[in-house]
C-alpha cells in the first residue's frame, strides 16, 4: 500500500531529517513508527501526506507517486488518508459536531449521509453529548477522541496518527490506542508514531525504528528497543 | 451537488460571519468607511458638477444688432444660429426691449434716463443671446459669426458688434479652470478611492492570516481549494452589504443636516440629492462592497491555498 523507495528529506541549510529509508507497507498492517524526538518520525508521515516533498526517492501510495501530484489530486489523495495529530488540528470556530460533518461535506458526501453518519461515529467515540461543544470546551482527550471520529468518518483506508498520545495521560491514551486498534480490527491499515514505550509493548505489531533519519530496525511483533 | 456546495459554502460564510463577532464589527466598520470614502466623492463630484454647471450658465455671446435691423431679418439669422451642432441655444431680445432693460437697470440714474429721453429715436439695437452647449464653443460659434454675417438686400452689415473677444480671456479662464478641476476631482477621487481599497483588502488578509491553521486543517482533512475559499469570500460579501447599509444609514443625518445649513454654500441640496438618487447610491455601494469583499477574500486565501 505504502513504499518508500530510497527516500532521502534534507531541510534547507542542511539538516538531514530523513536519510534513505527504504520500507514497505502493507493493507490491513498496524505499524508503529518509533524513535526520539528529532528522528524523522513526523517528517515520514509529511512525505505521505504529501505535506513536504523528498529531496531524493519516490513515496508511493499504492500505485500514485506522492510527490508528483497536482492540488487537486492531492486532494484526492487525502480524502483516502484520516490523520490524528498530537496538537488535534481540529476546527476552532466549528462545534464537534461540525468538525466532523465539514470532514464529509469535503468529501462531497450527501446532507442525508452526513445526517445519518455524524450521530453514529461521535456515539462510537464517547462523545454524543458534547456534539454540540467547540473544541476549546473539551478536554485533550475528548479532543483527540473527536479528532479520531473526524478522520475515520469517511471510511478511510489509511489512518495515520502522529504522536496522538503526546498530550495525553495515561487513561486517556490507553482509551485513544484501544480505539486505533479497533479501527486496525475492522480492517483499516493504521500507521501510529510514539516515543511512548507502553503503547507499543501494548500493541505488539509491527515496529519501526528510526534513528538520527535512518530505518535501523523493521520488527514484526516488536517492542520499543532504543 | 454544486448546488449543495454552493448552500454549504453561504451556510459555513454566514456562520463564521456570526460566531467571530469582533473580527466582523471591525471589519464591517473598516469596509463602512471605504464606503462613506466613495459616498462623500460621489456627493463632492455632483457639487463640483453642479456648480461648474452655475458658472457656464453665466458666459455667453451676445450680438449687437444695428437699429436699422429689422425683425424678420434678426430672426431668420437666429434661425441659421440655431442650426449650429454648438449652440444650446438663442435668445432674442429686440430693440424696445433692450431700452425698458436699460431704463430699468438705471431707474435711479436720473441723469441718463432724462439724456435718453432727450433723443428722437430708440438708440439701442436688438440683441441675440447665444449659449453654448460647452464653453470651449464659443470660440468656433465666434468664427462663425465671422464667416457669416448678417447683411441686409443692400449689403450692409446688420451687426454692430459681437461681444465674444471681450469676453475671450474670461471664457478661456474659465475653460482651463473648468478642465483642471475636472482633472484634480479625478485624481483626488482615484487616489482616495486606491488607499480605502487597500486599507480595507488589508484588513481581510489579517482575517484571513488569523485562519491560515484552519486553512491548513481543511486541506488536510482533503477539502476541495473552491469549498475552502468560499466560505471566506461569502464572509466578505456579508461584510460588504452590511457595511453599504450601515452606510446609507449614517448618509441620511448627514445629508439632512448639510440639507438644512449649507445648501447655499455648495449651491446644491445634497439631502434631495440623496433621497433622488437613493437607489444608484445604494447599487454603487453594495456593488463596490461585494466586490471588494470578495476579490479580496480570493485573493488573499491564496497564498494559503497554493502552498
Do not use: C
Request: zero cysteines.
Amino acid at each position: 500500500m505504502i513504499n518508500f523507495q530510497k527516500v532521502s528529506k534534507v531541510y534547507p541549510k542542511g539538516s538531514v531529517s530523513l536519510e534513505d529509508v527504504t520500507l514497505s507497507i502493507n493493507p490491513g498492517e498496524f505499524v508503529s513508527v518509533v524513535g526520539h524526538s528529532g528522528a524523522g518520525k513526523t517528517t515520514l508521515i509529511k512525505l505521505i501526506l504529501a505535506e513536504e516533498r523528498a529531496t531524493s526517492g519516490e513515496v508511493f501510495f499504492e500505485n500514485l507517486n506522492v510527490g508528483r501530484l497536482h492540488n487537486g489530486e492531492l486532494t484526492k489523495l487525502r480524502r483516502k488518508i484520516g490523520v490524528v495529530f498530537q496538537d488535534f488540528k481540529l476546527l476552532p470556530n466549528k462545534t464537534a459536531y461540525e468538525n466532523i460533518a465539514f470532514a464529509m461535506e469535503s468529501a462531497g458526501k450527501t446532507d442525508e449521509e452526513i445526517i445519518s453518519s455524524v450521530p453514529h461515529v461521535l456515539e462510537l467515540v464517547d462523545l454524543a453529548e458534547k456534539h454540540a461543544n467547540f473544541p476549546h470546551q473539551m478536554s485533550g482527550g475528548e479532543k483527540q477522541r473527536l479528532a479520531i471520529a473526524r478522520a475515520i468518518i469517511n471510511e478511510p483506508e489509511l489512518i495515520i496518527a502522529d504522536e496522538p498520545t503526546g498530550n495525553l495521560d495515561p487513561v486517556n491514551t490507553y482509551e485513544v490506542v484501544q480505539i486505533l486498534k479497533k479501527i486496525n480490527d475492522l480492517g483499516t491499515t493504521v500507521i501510529l508514531t510514539t516515543h511512548n514505550k507502553g503503547v507499543v509493548d501494548s500493541i505488539g505489531k509491527r515496529v519501526i525504528t528510526l534513528e538520527k533519519g535512518k530505518l535501523v530496525r523493521d520488527s514484526k511483533e516488536g517492542k520499543y528497543v532504543l | 451537488m454544486i448546488w449543495i456546495d454552493i448552500k454549504r459554502i453561504i451556510r459555513s460564510g454566514w456562520t463564521n460571519f456570526k460566531r467571530s463577532v469582533f473580527v466582523s464589527i471591525a471589519s464591517v466598520l473598516v469596509f463602512t468607511i471605504t464606503l462613506s470614502v466613495v459616498t462623500s466623492l460621489i456627493f463632492l463630484q455632483a457639487t463640483l458638477h453642479n456648480s461648474l454647471n452655475q458658472i457656464k450658465d453665466k458666459v455667453d455671446v451676445t450680438v449687437y444688432f444695428t437699429t436699422k435691423a429689422s425683425e424678420p431679418e434678426i430672426l431668420s439669422y437666429k434661425n441659421s444660429l440655431e442650426k449650429l451642432s454648438e449652440v444650446e441655444n438663442v435668445s432674442y431680445t429686440s430693440a424696445a426691449q433692450a431700452l425698458q432693460n436699460f431704463r430699468d437697470r438705471h431707474a435711479d440714474d436720473y441723469l441718463t434716463i432724462e439724456a435718453l429721453d432727450e433723443l428722437p429715436d430708440n438708440p439701442l439695437g436688438a440683441t441675440l443671446d447665444i449659449k453654448a452647449k460647452d464653453p470651449t464653443q464659443y470660440e468656433s460659434i465666434a468664427k462663425y459669426l465671422g464667416a457669416n454675417d448678417a447683411l441686409d438686400t443692400s449689403g450692409a452689415s446688420l451687426i454692430y458688434k459681437v461681444n465674444y473677444n471681450q469676453n475671450k480671456m474670461v471664457i478661456d479662464r474659465l475653460n482651463s479652470l473648468i478642465a483642471g478641476a475636472q482633472k484634480l476631482g479625478f485624481l483626488v477621487t482615484l487616489i482616495l478611492v486606491l488607499i480605502s481599497i487597500m486599507i480595507t483588502f488589508n484588513t481581510i488578509r489579517l482575517t484571513i492570516h488569523m485562519a491560515r491553521e484552519e486553512i491548513g486543517v481543511m486541506r488536510l482533512v482533503g477539502a476541495a481549494n473552491r469549498y475552502i475559499r468560499g466560505p471566506f469570500m461569502v464572509e466578505g460579501i456579508i461584510y460588504g452589504v452590511v457595511a453599504s447599509v450601515l452606510t446609507m444609514l449614517i448618509f441620511l443625518p448627514v445629508t439632512i443636516w448639510l440639507g438644512s445649513h449649507m445648501s447655499a454654500f455648495l449651491g446644491l441640496n445634497l439631502y434631495h440629492y440623496y433621497i433622488s438618487n437613493l437607489f444608484q447610491i445604494l447599487i454603487i455601494l453594495l456593488g463596490s462592497g461585494i466586490l471588494l469583499g470578495a476579490v479580496s477574500a480570493f485573493i488573499a486565501t491564496r497564498s494559503y491555498l497554493n502552498k
